[in-house]
């Protein structure tokens, strides 16, 4: 057994508090928390995964009640989507009180928060009495985790500890949302959908220009270290890398006249929640085969296909 991953929720708090890396599970991705208003451990989240200093951090809280500490205002729209959606999987951008150290928001006047519903990390923020900066715990710009493992074989030697609590319901990243004039406008998508955002607040903007709102939502990011291709016709790629050893990544069925054992089918249905949930996972496992190129095919452009379209073409971005 590996002593660096366990289930010990208070060893972890005892840790976060003494200002320790510690990667936490959440319902979304696994995170690398340390004390959000300890600017050396801060500090150590972005040496970890050598991250640059202009990506700010999410601030976790163990519930919404907390929200008003580190934000100055909560706009009507806001707070319509924290009370539907919070504890879960979306992310609020909001202007930042002072108490928020400049490191976290990387000098941004703004704050981004979430409240996780993962009960372990429910619990280790209550029992911590801690708010807590987390980024996903992956190096920057490669697969984010969703299991304990993916985090020991990436950032091992750069935790405390690794919190297991399994692996991670949702599987993809919280959706973020900022607003302008109180009009949402999400800059990542994710499982909450702009749909649902706007069955709350009767409009939503989804945000398309580059990285000046959404500092980390860079072309190239998620990405695996054999080359992945994106494409709606595996069939036709296939004729093109026929001399070359492919890994597929689908949905639905199984791509014919390729072994089954290259292949991970992300659901046997459009059940496009549990394509979300094992994407990364896919992702790891075919980065870690020894493939020459990873093909993955495109999902329907709505929804939570919308989502994984995006994941998937920033894993595809050089
Ligand atoms: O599901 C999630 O959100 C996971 C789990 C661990 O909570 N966290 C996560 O963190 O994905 P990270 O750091 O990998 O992605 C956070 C994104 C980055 O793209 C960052 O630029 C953006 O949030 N962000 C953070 N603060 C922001 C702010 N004040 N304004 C705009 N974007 C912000
Ligand atoms: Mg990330």
Do not use: W
């Not at 409009?203 to 959404?214: D, E, F, K, N, P």
């Amino acid at each position: 057994m590996n002593e660096l991953i366990g289930n010990d929720i208070e060893k972890a708090a005892e840790l976060l508090v003494a200002g320790q890396l510690v990667a936490i599970p959440t319902e979304t991705v696994y995170g690398l928390a340390a004390h959000a208003l300890n600017e050396e451990a801060v500090a150590n989240i972005f040496k970890a995964k050598n991250r640059p200093p202009t990506n700010p951090l999410i601030i976790h809280l163990a519930n919404k009640e907390q929200i008003s500490d580190y934000v100055t205002t909560i706009p009507g729209n806001a707070h319509k989507l924290i009370e539907r959606f919070c504890p879960g999987p979306l992310t609020v951008v909001l202007p930042a009180k002072d108490i928020v150290p400049s490191i976290v928001t990387a000098d941004r006047a703004t704050v981004a928060i979430r409240i996780p519903a993962h009960p372990v990390a429910h619990r280790l923020l209550t029992l911590s009495g801690i708010p807590l900066a987390a980024p996903s715990a992956n190096p920057s710009s490669y697969i984010s985790p969703t299991k304990a493992e993916h985090v020991l074989h990436t950032l091992g030697n750069k935790v405390s500890y690794i919190l297991d609590g399994g692996e991670c319901a949702a599987g993809i990243e919280s959706t973020i949302i900022g607003f302008e004039d109180d009009i949402p406008v999400i800059y990542r998508q994710g499982i909450i959908t702009a749909d649902d955002i706007k069955a709350v607040t009767g409009v939503v903007r989804v945000y398309s220009g580059t990285a000046t709102l959404a500092p980390g939502m860079s072309a190239a990011h998620y990405s695996p270290k054999t080359p992945l291709l994106l494409t709606d016709n595996i069939e036709t790629q296939l004729q093109q890398y026929k001399a070359k050893s492919v890994g597929i990544i689908t949905y639905d069925n199984y791509v014919a006249d390729i072994a089954t054992d290259r292949q991970i089918l992300l659901c046997t249905d459009t059940d496009l929640g549990s394509a979300a949930r094992n994407l990364y996972a896919a992702m790891h496992t075919m980065d870690n085969s020894g493939y020459d190129i990873i093909i993955a095919k495109k999902f329907p452009d709505a929804g939570i296909g919308r989502a994984l379209n995006d994941r998937l073409q920033r894993a595809a971005a050089k």
